[in-house]
């Protein structure tokens, strides 16, 4: 089970979120993807602090797929610096792990 992640990242907007979202599971990175309702995030970045509304996203990924989910979320967001966090799971159902690890195989023809 130690192959299953959950990858977290904030995105600026719902549209946006929405995208990388479909991306991400178009390019097979991740088996599923789920957009949370926007927060208020609070953080200091160069110096001052901020806070701004953003949408959050649950990626659950392999490790393998992570490199290919890593490369495709630094390529399409739109933050200099984006938060891209994996956790690796220590538990869960087993048919659902499996599952995420089927949906992120890349079959060679």
């Known amino acids: 089970m130690s ?6 990242t904030n995105l600026p907007d719902a549209e946006s979120a929405g995208k990388l979202a479909h991306q991400i599971i178009e390019a097979r990175a991740a088996a599923c993807v789920n957009q949370l309702a ?19 996203l649950l990626i659950k990924t392999t490790r393998a797929a992570y490199p290919r989910l ?13 938060e891209i966090i994996a ?10 792990l499996n599952w995420v690890s089927g949906e992120t195989d890349i079959l060679e023809d």
């Open 3 to 8: 192959d299953i992640l959950l990858v977290v």
């Open 70 to 82: 890593e490369q495709l979320i630094r390529t399409v967001h739109p933050y200099e610096l984006p």
């Open 87 to 96: 956790v690796t799971i220590t538990a869960g159902f087993p048919a659902y």
């Open 38 to 56: 926007p927060c208020t995030s609070t953080y200091r970045w160069q110096a001052k602090i901020e806070t701004a509304t953003e949408v959050p």
